[in-house]
């Protein structure tokens, strides 16, 4: 059983790994062009990750109908899952890609008051908005083809176009230009190659499901209406948590984006290397999600035997985690160049990171991989959201008013709530074991 979680893991992780690790070295590339210029990429790619979240929540909710049609060869149901996902893709994305296309200094301007970095993340901005809708139906069909057993596909293509990006951000940042048409340049590349990707990535969509055979296609309004409430109360609350978490983070990059500028940096050059580490616990989370999911109805003893599994992965994957954090502590120093201001509390960041990450992964792996496997999506989403909105975000806005403490001390605050979600979540977990228990123990009895 471990064997086959590791498995379906690693294609996820790889391809997680080769993205995060591409727009790392982008991110130390973009710092050698200046330090206002990194500090503005960092605020604008918050926006990404709400829009790149609410996708993960679509896509999540949406994977647990496209497997339940995908066994019983219902295709026109899965064509139907496939399509309300770009609908709901093209609602919100688009919407988001439209303000920052049209208004990006606004955008901006709710990030950071510092007029430097709003003039240069607006010029990012501008191409990004397009690049980041691309980006988020290719996330679709990335999720739909390794659902459909074609996970190799989208692998290898991130491969290819990572590649060909981070040879686009070097060619432009040893340019001649401005700090201002470097940045702008490095949008209109990301841009050129999204096009590329959502042009491959459909194509073989297309051609792929032109093989599925059309049964049970004939589906009348009344029906379709109420297969398309199914799929939102499905989708809701993964999208919602995801939505509501992005927002939370988006809140808490606001109060940094308003600290100076090595706070800015720093908080940058740790988010980097968290984002980077996390591929591996997310991986491991998906993976151990399928896993479960297929095997609750076999049995309580089975469900119980995979959780045990799923508990050691996370310490073992805590591990590898670490030891990338506790890395990217020996090594920004020399390869960001940001000054020693920069460089001392990122080192103290990082070490918070690396510290409280065996939490992280334990109550990662409740959340996602056993109690959304077991249905519990709505504890899920109040656990989460909850801690955010009124433990962690007005007890990080009191502790920067205060404006005495060190920044390190802020940021173990925002992090602590990861402590304290593992005993909730392990809570929750024995609660839907003990109801498990009664229920069989009924059913023998009667």
């Not at 700090?179 to 050129?192: D, M, N, S, T, W």
């Not at 990707?197 to 032109?210: D, M, P, W, Y």
Request: proline residues 2%; aromatic residues 8%; charged residues 15%.
């Amino acid at each position: 059983m471990k064997k086959e979680i590791v498995q379906l893991s690693c294609p996820i992780i790889l391809q997680s790994m080769i993205v995060y690790l591409v727009m790392a070295v982008e991110n130390l590339l973009v710092a050698r062009i200046s330090g206002n210029a990194f500090a503005a990429l960092t605020l604008t790619t918050q926006v990404y990750n709400i829009t790149s979240l609410v996708i993960q929540g679509i896509t999540g909710g949406g994977n647990i109908l496209l497997a339940r049609y995908l066994g019983s060869r219902n295709y026109g149901r899965v064509r139907q899952i496939i399509r309300y996902e770009f609908i709901f893709a093209v609602i919100f994305v688009g919407t988001v890609g439209i303000c920052c296309t049209a208004v990006p200094r606004t955008v901006m301007s709710v990030l950071t008051d510092h007029e430097d970095l709003i003039k240069l993340g607006g010029i990012y901005l501008q191409v990004m908005g397009i690049t980041w809708f691309l980006a988020a139906c290719s996330m679709i069909m990335t999720q739909v083809l390794r659902t459909i057993g074609e996970a190799s596909v989208p692998m290898r293509m991130a491969a290819v176009e990572m590649g060909l990006e981070l040879i686009a951000t070097i060619v432009v940042v040893s340019s001649g230009f401005s700090v201002e048409r470097k940045l702008f340049g490095i949008a209109v590349c990301f841009l050129a190659l999204r096009i590329t990707e959502f042009g491959i990535l459909s194509t073989f969509l297309i051609r792929k499901t032109a093989e599925w055979k059309q049964p049970q296609e004939n589906q009348n309004v009344a029906k379709d209406r109420r297969f398309f409430a199914a799929f939102v109360r499905t989708v809701f609350p993964v999208t919602a948590n995801e939505l509501m978490w992005s927002l939370g983070t988006s809140i808490l990059v606001m109060m940094i984006g308003r600290q100076s500028q090595a706070v800015i940096s720093a908080y940058g050059i740790c988010t980097t290397a968290g984002s980077l580490a996390g591929v591996v616990m997310s991986g491991l989370d998906l993976a151990g999600s399928m896993v479960l999911g297929r095997n609750i109805a076999v049995g309580r003893k089975r469900v119980a035997q995979i959780q045990k599994i799923l508990r050691r992965l996370s310490l073992e994957g805590a591990f590898l985690e670490i030891g990338i954090l506790l890395g990217m502590m020996a090594l920004a120093p020399y390869i960001y160049g940001l000054g020693e201001d920069v460089n001392r509390l990122g080192f103290s960041l990082l070490l918070i990171d690396a510290g409280i990450e065996m939490f992280k992964a334990r109550q990662s792996m409740n959340m996602t991989g056993i109690l959304r496997a077991l249905g519990d999506v709505r504890f899920c989403f109040l656990n989460d959201i909850l801690f955010q909105w009124l433990y962690i975000i007005p007890g990080t806005w009191l502790l920067l008013q205060m404006g005495s403490l060190p920044f390190a001390v802020v940021y173990f605050f925002m992090r602590s709530d990861q402590v304290i979600k593992v005993f909730t979540s392990e809570k929750r977990i024995q609660v839907l074991n003990r109801r498990s228990e009664i229920n069989v123990e009924a059913s023998e009895n009667s």
